[in-house]
């Protein structure tokens, strides 16, 4: 008849066990320790990492779309057509349009500079409205509202004011945009996903039309609609913009940021099972120590089938038992499971 140690004399053996075996208990102890921090560290990091690359990518406008002309199968388009606004805005999940128009304006700090050197910067003629459209912030000033659209003022990209060597607005400062004098009134942050905007300067509509006979014909739409039907959205924008020809619409998303979200859930994904991995190479670890202890191939077998179901508490189990009873913590662990 096998006689089994009561509960209390196992726990005095325990102790006597980690007492005669202070090497096996210490290394056995920090090897799960380490385990169990490195696990923690990269699920935290990992975590972390992830909800700040989707606020990140949220912040950038993941429901944003932009539309301009392109060429088409019969010719090219340079202008999108009239009343274009008010027809994107009648599509249902739109939240907010504005247009822009791209003119062929040259830049210049002073009027020492040659009017053929326009350092790359364009002119784009815009409403109040698309600061917010495409999620921008001012560095400083202020953007084009509506009481300054008639007035010869401007605010200049990220890109712009570095080239122009302006970086504060503290004391008064005019541009040559075109042969006219403009005060700069404000200086936008950067635009992540709209590098074409940070080389630009921006004007009111009024203005250009009044000193540059500039009209109010858009060459590109922002839109931003409800994210759960972007894919609706952008498949049916351009047949609403030209229902004629709908081929010379070009229909982008700066927001393409979509993808690389969806990306991103399933890298995170893929580390969150490799974490998992990485806890059964700390069991085998774990079942090293079991296999240098001369533990019978049976009992081995039971505690790696029981640890690839409960990592954790496996790991705590064979360590503990391991530490203090040797050979014989592998066989009683065998025989709890058995029973």
């Known amino acids: 008849m096998k006689q089994r140690l009561k509960i209390k004399d196992l726990f005095f053996v325990a102790l006597y066990g980690v007492r005669a075996r202070r090497g096996r208990a210490a290394l056995t102890s920090i090897g799960i320790g380490i385990g169990i921090a490195a696990i923690v560290a990269v699920t935290g990091i990992s975590a972390s990492g992830r909800a700040d690359l989707l606020a990140t990518l949220e912040s950038l406008g993941t429901n944003l779309i932009k539309a301009s002309p392109q060429a088409g199968f019969f010719g090219t388009q340079e202008k999108l057509p009239d009343g274009v606004v008010g027809m994107v805005e009648r599509i249902g999940p739109v939240e907010e349009v504005t247009s822009t128009t791209q003119t062929d304006l040259i830049v210049r700090r002073s009027d020492f500079i040659s009017e053929f050197e326009g350092g790359g910067i364009s002119t ?20 084009i509202q509506v009481g300054l659209s008639n007035i ?8 712009t004011a570095s080239r122009l060597g302006i970086n504060t607005l503290e004391t008064p400062t005019k541009i040559l945009i075109g042969n006219e004098w403009f005060g700069v009134v404000g200086i936008l942050d950067e635009l992540k996903i709209h590098p074409d905007l940070d080389r630009s300067v921006f004007i009111g509509y009024g203005v250009a039309k009044t000193l540059f006979d500039i009209d109010k014909e858009p060459t590109t739409i922002y839109v931003r609609a409800n994210p759960t039907y972007i894919e609706d959205v ?27 979200q969806e990306a991103a859930d399933a890298a995170f994904t893929s580390l969150a099972v490799r974490s998992h991995n990485l806890i059964k ?3 085998s670890e774990v079942l090293f120590v079991i296999r240098t202890s001369r533990t019978p191939p049976s009992t081995e077998l039971v505690c790696c089938r029981f640890a690839s179901l409960l990592p954790f508490p496996c790991l705590l189990a064979i360590g503990f038992l391991q530490a203090c009873y040797g050979v ?7 025989s709890l499971l058995r029973t």
């Open 328 to 334: 014989r913590g592998g066989r009683f662990f065998a």
């Open 152 to 159: 010869p003022v401007t605010v200049l990209g990220s890109v």
């Open 234 to 260: 952008v498949e049916v924008i351009a047949p609403s913009m030209n229902p004629e020809n709908p081929d010379q619409v070009q229909v982008s998303r700066p927001s393409d940021a979509l993808e690389a």
């Open 124 to 143: 784009i003629v815009t409403s109040p409205e698309l600061l917010q459209v495409v999620g921008g912030n001012l560095i400083e000033g202020r953007f």
């Open 281 to 283: 190479c700390n069991t």
